[in-house]
């Protein structure tokens, strides 16, 4: 094969300048001089050689030694500086930083494209969910954008450590399949450095869960609660679907309209439960709901009947009362919005000083989080080994497979422990501890094999 350029030695023989290079670096035969002398048994070895053998006092006399240049005509066989050798023959120091930084760009690619489409799809499930309310009129529109954007955020906690484990299966899973894992094992960088460059993302990974796990996720549950409590208690006509009851047993209200014309509802049938007082019947041909000047609700029937149904007391039967109007009005009261307490909204602390199993169980499910996304992250590089001839979507297949396990087990674990069918402690943090024991099987089992062999 013919070689363009000068020609490396004297002679009819021509030598490729990068053959040259790697030879210097390999052997760092030749004199410092470039005077081109044999090398012999008993010769020192050169700069790269010593550099790459680890020769500490060789290192600490030339850290600050800037590569040299080479004059033109020097004999190219002489050793070059260090930073003149390929990226392969650097400073063991330099090479696996080089390549942790290309191997987690190979991870965050294929993080950030599996996180963003579960975010889809548990954004597809929350629509479906809350539009539906909206267009029942049991939520406002505006109401139900905001319920799922907190809901999104919640399920942070669950679909992170999920796509963090499929990345990671992706990810590796082309390394195996292109021989670049064979490759970093035959450098020197096998499954530990591996493992070692996954715990670089799926640690700073784990500690973002676990904020919203701990700190985000009792907050915004709270204000999910909060929203819903209010849009119970208020009142909003145009929100009554035609043809359904809209009932509110709290206030002893209920509705019934037959048609909508825009905001306003036709043929309203409403019956309103005043206790002791007896009961009111309206009926009306046309209502609407305006604001009155002191900004509270006011509902306007037209054209209808009113009926005072008086329950009496004692023998007496009461006086009941029809009335035909045109115009009525009906101011509604500002009531107070009460959130109940729950669960999922109270704080870690008072979750800890709880005796009840289902504060514990809520508890241990939020320490459980940042656990999950470090497990599942490593449980990708088992998975990651499948045979190179089988396909991307088998490795997808069996990570979903692994989380749907691990999760299910969460979810029994916690049931069992609210049920009192499992000790508080561990209780749900059961599965995450039998999850590291297995993880370290599937890790252990392959150097085992090769013990064996």
Known sequence: MRHLGRSA???NKRRPWPALRMTACMTGFGTPQGQGKQPTATR?????????????????????????????????????????????????????????????RELTSPFAVVCGSLLLVF?????????????????????AAI????????????????ALLLSVALGLGRLQRDQEATALAASGLGERWLISAVLWLAVPVALVVATASLVV??????????????????????????????????????????????DDRLQVFTHADAGAQGEAVVFAERARQLTGDDGRQVVEFHNGRFYQLDAGSGDSLGNDM?????????????E??????????????????SDNP?????????????????????????????????????????????????????????????????????????????????LALLMWMPRWRRRRT
């Open 358 to 438: 289902e504060d514990t169980a809520e508890l241990q499910w939020r320490i459980a989080a940042p656990l999950s996304t470090v497990l599942l992250g490593l449980l990708g590089v088992p998975i990651s080994r499948m045979p190179p001839r089988r396909s991307r979507s088998s490795k997808l297949t069996a990570g979903l497979f692994g989380c749907m396990v691990y999760y299910n087990l969460l979810a029994v674990a916690m049931d069992a422990v609210e049920n009192g069918d499992l000790p508080p402690w561990p209780g749900v943090l059961l599965v995450p501890l039998a999850a590291g024991g297995v």
């Open 9 to 11: 030695v004297s002679g």
């Open 217 to 262: 996720r009792p907050q915004l549950y709270q204000n999910v609660y909060r929203l819903e409590a209010g849009a119970d208690s208020r009142f909003d006509l145009t929100r009554l679907p035609p043809g359904r009851f809209y009932a509110d047993f709290a206030g002893g209200l209920v509705m019934f309209s037959e048609a909508a014309d825009g």
């Open 123 to 143: 954004t597809g499930y929350s629509s479906a969910r809350f539009l539906g309310e909206a267009a029942s009129g049991a939520l406002p529109a505006g109401l």
């Open 322 to 334: 029809v009335v035909r109007y045109k115009t009525l009005a009906l101011r509604l009261d500002e």
């Open 336 to 353: 107070q919005v009460t959130v109940r307490k729950r669960r999922k909204s109270t704080s870690n602390g008072e979750l800890a000083a």
């Open 147 to 162: 319920l799922i954007g907190l809901k999104l955020i919640i399920s942070l906690d669950a679909i992170v450590p999920m």
């Open 44 to 104: 020192s070895p050169g700069r790269a050689a010593r550099w790459l053998a680890g020769d500490t006092e060789y290192r600490a006399g030339h850290a600050g030694a800037k590569p040299s240049t080479r004059r033109r005509g020097a004999d190219p066989r002489a050793p070059r500086g260090l930073l003149d050798c390929p990226p392969a023959f650097r400073p063991e120091s330099a090479r696996p930083m080089i390549l942790r930084r290309y191997l987690l």
